[in-house]
């Protein structure tokens, strides 16, 4: 009884003691989202400049430090926020608070959540940027709730989340897997491109529950310097939807990383102020699904990346980034695996065919007495800086993200924000063309798992050789946001293209015309919206219709003409939080 009323004295102490601070937010959260409106504006300071994690994602109001005079004669030292705290239209709303212990700046605690989302899909799988659940056909939940303590330089954050995927059955492209390596659950689940990739259509014919670490982690800081090990989904990159290198759509992996957060650099004697930076290396342990393959020896692959980024003095809003990857076997690890994609002088070291490499520039310039974002992502598969094939066609293997923001003000108690995003990792025209072999850009002859952990994608949620063009609009007010979108996307065109192009050929000389007769699209209207029950707890929902055209990829066309099946999934989503 001593031990537990000391304790409860202890705990109210440190309670009473705090002074809140801002937090580190979770990629993608309403509060992290909304933080990012606020930096389109300058009232908010960006955390990053490329590389983003939940413990690299600390947001703060824009403050300014003045030297003022006391009454005695002294002097002191006074913040004060710099821009008008009525648009902060969230102000009287919990985003969630990191607290001192007993005072101490070196001593902090943060709750995460409880966090409960749920969805349901009427017909067809629908979900991205999820992490761990799969939201397959039927009734998908997740829930998470974490802490995390920081102590002189030391950061320990556990946030593990549990899912479950009631995975009800749909009709699905048959999956291109034959043979005794891939028999079993491969060739009944698995993908339907001509490659065999680890992205399978459905997990299994059964309901199913997953534990994952999601965004645990401990890391150890000094000024800039860090290091870390841990779970925690990386976002490179300014894409709002689809990044391509790398977000939170798969499942999370171990990994250790080593680098340096944002920060000011200096030149050594003359002080010259060079712009902002920032680095990061890291290597990780990925793992296929257990649908794919049944060699037990290819289970595992190792991911190394690095990701750098620059912000120039005298170009106030911009931003240049690079990020680039290599998946090589787990079972084959050496020091060219390791450290080969920091050898930038080696100009074969990008397209031999014992790795898997990736690479991608960045562009981000914000306009902030505009309210403007603008932002590109362009990208390389199996990527060579030979310089001859670059000049010769640049294009070979490519991917991009193009978007746009806008922030915009109706009263300081509603203001708007413009989302637009365009996507495409269509294979470049050189392959069927002029190459003649099937190629995708999430895809690889070595590593046949292609670029996925667990059965997800690493990178852009909307999986290879496809494209998408969203565009949104989100309302914020005093007690929550409201938003309305709508999308277009062909899930893997790469795939229809190669196997199509031959099909039309056949038909054409048959008399048979069928031009587009096959091609897949995908076309989501969504609603939905956060309100504030009260100051530190949210409820969220979102409704999206689908109209997927030719589901199967089954053309059915007959003379000159062409009729299309249609497919209609309803996606419903719900979700409670509550901030400490």
């Known amino acids: 009884m001593k031990f537990l009323k000391k304790s409860a004295i202890l705990l109210l102490s440190l309670t009473i003691a705090t002074s809140a601070l801002f937090a580190k937010e979770t990629l993608k959260s309403t509060e992290e989202e909304y933080y990012d409106f606020l930096s389109l504006t300058g009232n908010v300071i960006r955390p990053t400049l490329g590389y983003r994690t939940l413990s690299d994602s600390e947001w703060s109001f824009v403050e300014s430090t003045e030297t003022v005079t006391n009454e005695d004669g002294t002097t002191s030292k006074k913040t004060t926020t710099t821009f008008d705290s009525s648009m902060n239209v969230w102000k009287n709303n919990n985003l969630g608070n ?75 492209i048959t999956p291109n897997y034959s043979g005794t390596t891939y028999a079993g659950k491969a060739d009944t689940y698995g993908y339907y491109g001509v490659q065999y990739i680890d992205a399978p259509q459905r ?30 989904a990386i976002w490179l990159g300014p894409a709002q939807l689809n990044p391509i290198i790398s977000s939170n759509n798969a499942t999370s992996y171990p990994k250790v990383d080593i680098g340096l957060r944002k920060t000011s650099l200096y030149m050594p004697w003359f002080g010259w102020y060079l712009g902002d930076v920032e680095f990061r290396g890291w290597w990780g342990y990925l793992s296929e699904s257990e649908y794919f393959d049944n060699d037990d020896s290819n289970d595992h692959n190792l991911i190394t990346g690095f990701s750098a980024a620059w912000a120039p003095p005298y170009l106030t809003g911009l931003t240049l980034g690079i990020n680039r990857t290599m998946l090589s076997k787990w079972n084959n690890m050496s020091s060219y695996t390791l450290f080969g994609i920091y050898d930038a002088f080696n100009l074969t070291s990008g397209g031999g065919d014992s790795s898997d490499q990736r690479i991608s520039f960045t562009a981000d310039w914000t306009c902030t007495k505009a309210g403007l974002d603008l932002y590109v992502e362009w990208a390389r598969n ?66 046949t798992q292609g670029y996925t952990n667990g059965g997800q994608w690493l990178g852009a949620g909307i999986g290879t050789g496809g494209n998408s063009q969203y565009l949104g609009y989100t309302l914020y007010f005093p007690k929550g946001s409201a938003n309305i979108f709508v999308q277009r996307r062909n899930p893997d065109l790469d795939y229809t293209m190669y196997i199509d192009s031959r099909k039309y050929s056949e038909n054409y000389s048959n008399g048979i015309w069928s031009a587009e007769g096959n091609i897949r699209t995908i076309v989501d209207f969504g609603i939905g919206g956060t309100y504030w029950l009260f100051p530190s707890l949210q409820v969220g929902s979102t409704i999206v219709f689908e109209d997927e055209h030719n589901p199967l990829n089954v053309s059915t066309t007959e003379g000159n003409g062409a009729s299309s099946i249609h497919r209609y999934n309803f996606a419903i989503e719900l979700s409670v939080k509550y901030n400490f």
């Open 203 to 232: 997990f299994g014919n059964e309901p199913f529950f997953t534990f994952d670490w999601g965004d645990t982690e401990i890391r150890y800081t000094w000024n800039t310097l860090t290091a870390g090990f841990g779970t925690q």
């Open 98 to 172: 990191k607290y001192l212990i007993s005072g101490n700046e070196n001593l902090k605690w943060k709750i995460y959540g409880p966090s409960w989302y749920n969805s349901y899909n009427t017909a067809a799988p629908y979900g991205q940027n999820d992490g761990a659940l799969w939201q397959g056909v039927g009734y998908n939940t997740s829930f998470t709730f974490g802490a995390r303590f920081e102590a002189y330089g030391l950061e320990l954050t556990v946030k593990p989340v549990v899912c479950f995927s009631q995975n009800a059955e749909f009709e699905y």
């Open 382 to 447: 199996d990527f060579s800086p030979n310089l001859d094939y670059l000049i010769r066609y640049p294009f070979h293997t490519q991917g991009w993200t193009l978007g746009l923001r806008k922030a915009s003000t109706f009263t300081k108690k509603i203001r708007g924000c413009l989302n637009f995003e365009i996507t495409n990792l269509e294979c470049s025209s050189d392959y069927d063309r002029l190459i003649g072999w099937y190629t995708t850009f999430y895809s690889h002859g070595i590593i």
